[in-house]
């Protein structure tokens, strides 16, 4: 399994919206409804934000949505926050318990 | 509160052995899949291996397949990853986390640092 494409990079000044993408394949993005979202700040273990594509567990702000479109699945965050500013992964299953394939992390910059 | 906090990580020489273990507390942890996933210094996220609530289904990633060896007491609220023939590129964080369906992990431990090098 090849890692899921995501940009290394995205920024955004504070109240606006920023869109992170995650480019898989029909095997594993665009073939199942489960993909994860994690934001990781420096040092500190990864968080999940997002599940089932779209769903947010209890806790995490609305601000935070996710979607997808074919092999592509897309984090949003709106109203951004300076606390935003860190690294996020996506992640899919791809099929069975042996296949789960990340993505190589984006890199949010609050401005 | 659910809580996951792993431990044995350190310093070991290529070819070495070193078990980790991860002690969890506030949920029922016999009843859910756990991993491990691990970050090498720098790098993203790698899902290194899978043991299901009873032990009956275990799954590997294939960088460490024939290395590792995962396991659990659901006694003792632990899971543990036997990690043989140690190599400088197993140098990474190494996370427990637990799987709330279909590999999406809901928890994460802090981690434990393993290093490889002579």
């Known amino acids: 399994q090849s890692a899921l494409t995501q940009p290394r990079s995205v920024s955004g000044s504070p109240g606006q919206s920023v869109t992170i993408s995650c480019t898989g394949t029909s095997s594993d993005v665009g073939g199942y409804n489960y993909v994860s979202w994690y934001q990781q700040h420096p040092g500190k273990a990864p968080k999940l934000m997002i599940y089932?594509?779209?769903k947010r567990p209890s806790g995490v702000p609305d601000r935070f949505s996710g979607s997808k479109s074919g092999n592509t699945a897309s984090l949003t965050i709106s109203g951004l926050q300076a606390e935003d500013e860190a690294d996020y992964y996506c992640c899919s299953y791809a099929g069975s318990y042996s296949d789960v394939v990340f993505g190589g992390g984006t890199k949010l910059t609050v401005l | 509160e659910v809580q996951l906090v792993e431990s044995g990580g350190g310093l070991v020489k290529p070819g070495g052995s070193l078990r980790l273990s991860c002690a969890a507390s506030?949920?029922?942890?016999?009843?859910?899949?756990m991993n491990w996933v691990r970050q090498a210094p720098g790098k993203g996220l790698e899902w290194v291996s899978s043991i299901s609530s009873s032990s009956s289904y275990i799954y590997y990633a294939d960088s460490v397949k024939g290395r590792f060896t995962i396991s659990r007491d659901n006694a003792k609220n632990s899971l543990y990853l036997q990690m043989n023939s140690l190599r400088a590129e197993d140098t990474a964080v190494y996370y427990c986390?637990?799987?709330?369906?279909?590999?999406?992990?809901?928890?994460w431990g802090q981690g434990t640092l393993v290093t490889v090098s002579s």
């Open positions: 506030g949920f029922t942890f016999s009843s859910y899949s």
């Open positions: 986390a637990r799987d709330r369906d279909q590999l999406q992990f809901d928890y």
């Open positions: 089932d594509v779209s």
